[in-house]
């Protein structure tokens, strides 16, 4: 009887939950809901796929400060001297019993001198010879000469030969016939004029020897002017032609002793230009030059 009694209490309490009103809903709950937007409706932009990669870390370089330009970097390049231009100077081959030359090997000139000369301890043959090339074009210079005793061989440019790198090689050939080759050269530049003192148009010119040099030391006269070196030094001066020791380029510009007061004069009758010395002091550099105008 009591377990009748309990099935039917809760059969009864199954049935008023069921029957019971449905909860009333919240003033907010029963707001209308915002329809979504137009943009919100639109499809989200798929990411690329360069988007999808990963990104690159800097390198250490790249994380590097930048260099800056340096001053010497801003600089104007150099440009070519124009001993640069005329070639390269060729090293000099001396033949056997060769003495001296002028040119010297190595002399650079404002204006072509007339003459080369060749000066060797041993007496030539005439087959011995002479070729010149100014920056590798040949120089006619003729037959050359045989000087006094054939000790010396000589040549002569001519009279517009111009500025550039000569190259002057040699045959000296001995009575036997036998034969040796030398090579020396030199450089011609008009634009060292401007550093000659100019003195042309004078028919007499004086140079002083004071110091141990010549003053002034390059000079430019013209054809017939009489130069007169003075002594002003305590100490003998000579004046004489290149090259040394054998000065006779110019024999007769070749002075005797020169004592202090006394002078020697030489008058200047051929184009060209004529280096000098005093033999006594060329370990000083007692040298000088005078350009004849033409």
């Known amino acids: 009887m009591k377990q009748t009694i ?15 009103p449905a909860a009333t809903p919240t003033p907010e709950a029963m707001k209308p809901q915002a329809a979504p937007t137009v943009e919100a409706m639109m499809d989200k932009p798929t990411p690329t796929a360069e988007a999808m990669m990963p990104k690159e870390t800097a390198t250490p370089e790249a994380m590097m400060p930048k260099e800056t330009t340096s001053p010497e970097a801003m600089m104007p390049k150099e440009t070519t001297s124009p001993e640069a231009m005329m070639g390269k100077l060729p090293d000099q081959i001396t033949a056997a019993h060769f003495v001296d030359s002028a040119p010297k090997h190595g002399d650079k000139f ?3 001198p007339t003459q080369i000369l060749i000066n060797f301890n041993f007496t030539l043959h005439e087959d011995s010879a002479i070729t010149v090339t100014r920056d590798g074009a040949a120089v006619d210079v003729g037959k050359p000469t045989l000087g006094e005793k054939k000790l010396s061989l000589s040549a002569t440019l001519p009279s517009n030969a111009g500025d550039g790198l000569y190259v002057v090689k ?5 009575p036997d016939r036998s034969c040796h080759d030398g090579v020396f050269a030199f450089t011609v530049d008009s634009k060292m004029k401007g550093t000659y003192l100019d ?5 007499e010119v004086t140079v002083r020897l004071k110091g141990i040099q010549f003053s002034p030391q390059l000079i430019m006269v013209s054809r017939g002017t009489k130069v007169t070196w003075v002594n002003d030094d305590p100490v003998v001066h ?3 032609s290149d090259p040394h020791p054998s000065h006779n380029v110019v024999a007769t510009l070749n002075s005797l002793e020169i004592q202090n007061g006394e002078s020697f004069s030489y008058t200047f009758d051929q184009a060209g230009e004529w280096a000098i010395h005093c033999s006594a002091h060329v370990p000083q550099n007692m040298l000088a030059r005078v350009i004849v105008d033409s």
């Open 110 to 112: 404002a204006q072509a």
């Open 170 to 174: 040699y045959k000296a050939c001995w």
């Open 6 to 20: 309990l099935a039917i209490a809760a059969l009864l309490t199954v049935l008023l939950v069921a029957c019971a």
């Open 199 to 203: 003195l042309t148009g004078k028919s």
């Open 238 to 240: 000579f004046v004489n």
